[in-house]
């Protein structure tokens, strides 16, 4: 399989259009085309239905789509991996979600673990929660870290962090009974963390914003009023700073950190050893 055509594929599949596909790759339209053309004779079934105007996926090309994109993503890890200079042994792929990635303290416990390890290579990825338990089935990472711990036969779960998310608000002085006036935004953090949000029968509501990061919840109320449940290893910096403010009666929700790994896995000794570097959550308040 040419990979140069899966990235094809991917690129129209992404702009729906073959001229812009063909800018965006640096090639001509009738060069997209052909690379088209060779990968479905290559499967024996038509990707896009190309009605003047209207690009768009068949059924065989949804079905195609996570394929390539894991296809293309396994191969760019397995030229990296191959390519490693001497100076390193091997190199370790970390997933998480954005927001994970977003909490103070995630660097220092990277750099602590290059410390521990010089010898290894980290990769990071930003991989969705849902699609975190595949890619550690499918080896595309080495080492999630999570806040919903999956109960998977051969995955190795160990507890790291317990944070809190609490209510924060754009102005001061709120309180839990005036909430009713106030827009919602949500950050989708964890399926525990879902729950909890539902059982808060003030809460209840369409979100004005639906994000996965932490950080663009964190600018949409900087610039808007409104309120929402946030991690403190995030907020905090923004409270003590006097832009955003908590609002003191409302309930807190615990929250857990998990790092999550596959045993079956032929690097399982440089896993154990990052397992084991201490890692901590921090705010602008133990600063």
């Known amino acids: 399989m040419d990979t140069e055509l899966l990235r094809t594929f991917l690129e129209v599949g992404k702009t729906r259009h073959f001229g812009r596909a063909a800018e965006s790759l640096y090639l001509t339209q009738s060069a997209v085309s052909f690379r088209i053309r060779q990968l479905e004779s290559q499967l024996g079934s038509p990707l896009f239905s190309r009605q003047r105007g209207n690009v768009h996926l068949t059924p065989a090309g949804e079905r195609l789509l996570p394929y390539a994109e894991s296809i293309l993503q396994t191969w760019g890890r397995a030229r990296q991996d191959v390519s490693l200079s001497e100076n390193y042994m091997e ?150 700073s006097g832009k955003l403010f908590l609002v003191d009666d409302a309930p807190v929700m615990e929250q857990s950190l998990y790092l999550c ?16 570097v201490p890692f901590e959550l921090s705010t602008a308040s133990d600063d």
């Open 91 to 240: 190199q370790i792929a970390l997933g998480a979600s954005s927001s994970v990635w977003e909490l103070s303290g995630i660097s220092e416990w990277i750099n602590a673990s290059h410390q521990t390890l010089p010898e290894i290579a980290f990769r990071m990825e930003s991989v969705s929660r849902q699609d975190i338990v595949r890619a550690l089935l499918e080896k595309s990472i080495d080492l999630a870290i999570l806040g919903d711990p999956p109960k998977v036969e051969g995955f190795k779960l160990k507890q790291v962090a317990n944070f809190e998310f609490k209510l924060i608000a754009t102005q001061p002085g709120i309180s839990f009974r005036e909430l009713a006036a106030i827009p919602l935004a949500y950050l989708d953090w964890s399926t525990r963390f879902s729950i909890e949000h539902a059982r808060i029968t003030e809460l209840q509501r369409t979100p004005l914003l639906h994000a996965s990061s932490s950080n663009v919840v964190v600018n949409f109320l900087s610039h808007n009023t409104g309120m929402a449940y946030l991690p403190e290893p995030v907020v905090s910096q923004h409270i003590d």
């Open 261 to 276: 790994w596959n045993e079956d896995n032929e690097k399982i000794d440089s896993i154990n050893q990052l397992a084991s």
